[in-house]
């Protein structure tokens, strides 16, 4: 055998040892080196196979129960007098029967009166009964590019800590969202509701959440789906973050009402892919039976967290969309409104 073959054979098999070694590294990492690995896809309605299927019309037991108001002996405290001063927050005040106070934060992040606003107000049309108003005619909140603006109302809890909760309300989408049909573009963000497990709390550093959404896809006068994301956080400046979804779930089947109140029920149970869990079911004024409209069985916290993450922050009662849909409905007369009423909080599974 030659030299030259010698050193011929010995750089292929370096090279070929080289490729070998490097596949081996491409295929064996570890798990969490990615978090594409992560995303899967749920179909939306009720799930087949899960156990501990939510009995929606039974509420936990009374000694369960974390808050609850109907907004008769509610309001809304503000310590801003004038309408167009910009601030931050507002609180829920909550006159219980022993004569207490109970305060829940309510948070816009910026803008003022003019732009938006929570009050308990009479419900239109039945004066006997009281509900509470998010209202949003402006986006006053700069966004996270120059020139872009936002607008965002949340009722939240925080540090709650809980492995289980569950809550129901009733929740009146207003007839000028029919406007957000109309919106051209396709939307992806206008919030309902969040839920937060890690964050800012030290003993749990990595974030990771949960939202409900109403979203819209690209063109004129197309139907309006329910959405839900888990996710978590991939950097970007504090208001203004980047986020990798872990799983989705969008029901295309279920047709979003509008000016009818709906019973909304939503579960959660803190787990990992095998036994986390959240589910939410809606039933319309005019209908006897709740339609189950997610059931997901999937992470709840960050899949990186060294151990189990409870749910910290929630925020059950939330409106937050782009600017570019608020000008859009106010460009019809219209504004970004929802009522709520009779919400119960409780801190166990249905």
Not at 22 to 29: T, Y
Not at 289 to 307: L, M
Request: charged residues 25%.
């Amino acid at each position: 055998m030659s030299r030259l073959f010698k050193t011929s054979s010995i750089k292929s098999s370096l090279a070929l040892g080289a490729c070998a070694l490097f596949m081996l590294a491409i295929f064996c990492r570890p798990a969490m080196a990615s978090t594409s690995k992560y995303i899967v896809e749920h179909p939306g309605g009720t799930a087949t196979g899960l156990a501990d299927t939510p009995d929606w019309e039974r509420l936990p037991p009374r000694d369960q129960l974390l808050f609850q108001t109907d907004f008769e002996s509610a309001r809304v405290f503000s310590r801003i007098k004038g309408d167009k001063q910009q601030y931050r927050a507002d609180t829920l005040q909550v006159k219980k029967a022993d004569g207490k106070v109970e305060r829940v934060n309510i948070f816009y992040e910026g803008g003022s009166r003019t732009g938006r606003y929570a009050k308990v107000i009479k419900e239109p049309g039945e004066d006997k009964n009281q509900v509470l108003q998010f209202w949003i005619g402006d986006a006053q909140i700069k966004g996270a590019r120059k020139g872009y603006f936002k607008g965002r109302i949340q009722l939240g809890f925080r540090k709650m800590a809980l492995t289980e909760t569950f809550a129901h309300y009733r929740m009146f989408l207003h007839p000028d969202l029919e406007h957000y049909r109309s919106f051209p573009d396709e939307n992806t963000w206008f919030t309902l509701q969040e839920l937060w497990a890690g964050g800012k709390v030290a003993k749990y550093p990595k974030k990771f959440r949960i939202t409900l959404g109403l979203i819209k896809p690209e063109g004129r006068n197309k139907p309006l789906y329910l959405n839900m994301v888990g996710d978590l956080r991939a950097g970007g400046p504090s208001g203004h973050g980047h986020w990798k979804a872990v799983w989705h779930s969008t029901n295309k089947e279920y047709r979003v009402p509008m000016g009818e109140w709906l019973d909304v029920a939503i579960a959660y149970r803190q787990g990992d892919r095998s036994n986390g869990r959240i589910a939410m079911a809606i039933k319309k004024a005019s209908e006897k039976q709740y339609t189950t409209v997610f059931d997901i069985q999937d992470w709840t916290y960050h899949p990186e967290s060294k151990k189990p993450v409870p749910l910290v922050d929630w925020h059950p009662l939330k409106l937050y969309t782009r600017g570019a849909v608020i000008d859009h409905i106010r460009a019809q007369n219209g504004a970004a409104q929802l009522y709520f009423d009779d919400l119960k909080v409780y801190r166990r599974w249905p």
